[in-house]
């Protein structure tokens, strides 16, 4: 890193909701899946910002330029019968790279993880992003390689919700 | 299903915690999993009841009987800008299964997500688990092949939580 640039790591605000859209569309293209965002500015500040959060952002900001983003949650473990915090989205602008800035996102997060007593934090990366999994198990991430998450949407969850029965699915 | 036997879903209470635990036990020996358990009636207590809860649970009765349990919090997904429900545990004591009571706790999980305006129900399953699976792809649930869940705890969760500098992490 130049001596001369400077970065910053804060909570995001409602001020920030376009740009953490921006930052997630360009996210959501370099992992070819630009065609499933969308999430519109008004989501964003009424999941983030409204009444009832369901989660929450940091900015990174690079000589006072947002650069990246991490947008997290709590979760649960039943095992552990502790939160733990789920990184949903960490993005660096890819001119801002190899300064640091994803590994410092990280480093808050597990600082806020910590801090709300949380036993571990969890992310999913595509199988084909060598270059992020690299990075993650040279800080000691361990994949679980054994577990596949399942999801149900669309039609297909509003079919279940509509069974009142116990006759309407065997299992 | 016998005529006489009544199947009932309800929100779990504070009284149903050391129940909810056996369950856990119980569900942990299933999965070959149980040395990994180490929640206590106090963490689940806190963690559900409390000031902050992060999780919440459905019970399962069979003739007034609790046989079996759904775990569940709310996430968040930036593609779409909603929340999700994600399900953490599903359980169905072995004696009680066959009679609807797994499809009757997802059902009411699903109207649950409907209601809090969410996108998807999400869950992960034991790659080995095939009769799980075949049941959750007759709902029309479809599994995320293409990512990994990376996780960090401990050490390595501690040592990430004390980098304070860009300097200590290069991505």
Redesign the interface.
Do not use: K
């Given at each position: 890193?130049k001596q001369d640039q400077m970065?910053d790591i804060r909570e995001a605000t409602e001020q920030d909701v376009p740009q953490l859209l921006a930052f997630?569309r360009e996210?959501?293209e370099y992992e070819r899946?630009a065609h499933?965002?969308?999430?519109?500015v008004e989501?964003?500040s009424r999941?983030l910002f409204g009444p009832q959060p369901?989660?929450h952002a940091l900015v990174a900001s690079l000589d006072s330029h947002p650069v990246g983003f991490a947008?997290y949650?709590?979760?649960?473990?039943?095992?552990?019968?502790?939160?733990g915090l789920?990184l949903?989205?960490l993005y660096?602008r890819p001119p801002a790279?190899?300064?640091?800035?994803?590994?410092?996102l990280?480093?808050r997060l597990?600082?806020l993880?910590?801090a709300r007593g949380c036993?571990?934090?969890?992310?999913?990366?595509?199988?084909?992003n060598q270059p992020a999994?690299g990075?993650?198990r040279k800080?000691?991430?361990?994949?679980?390689?054994?577990?596949?998450?399942?999801?149900?949407?669309g039609?297909?969850?509003?079919?279940?919700?509509?069974?009142?029965?116990?006759?309407?699915?065997?299992?």
């Open positions: 890193m970065i997630i996210l959501a899946l499933q965002v969308v999430a519109t989501d964003l999941n369901c989660a947008l949650f709590y979760n649960f473990s039943t095992f552990l019968g502790r939160p789920y949903e989205d660096v790279r190899g300064l640091g800035i994803g590994g410092q990280l480093a597990a600082r993880a910590l036993g571990r934090m969890e992310w999913a990366v595509l199988d084909w999994i990075f993650y800080l000691g991430a361990t994949p679980n390689d054994d577990w596949t998450t399942y999801r149900l949407s039609n297909a969850l509003r079919d279940l919700a509509a069974v009142e029965s116990a006759a309407g699915i065997s299992d």
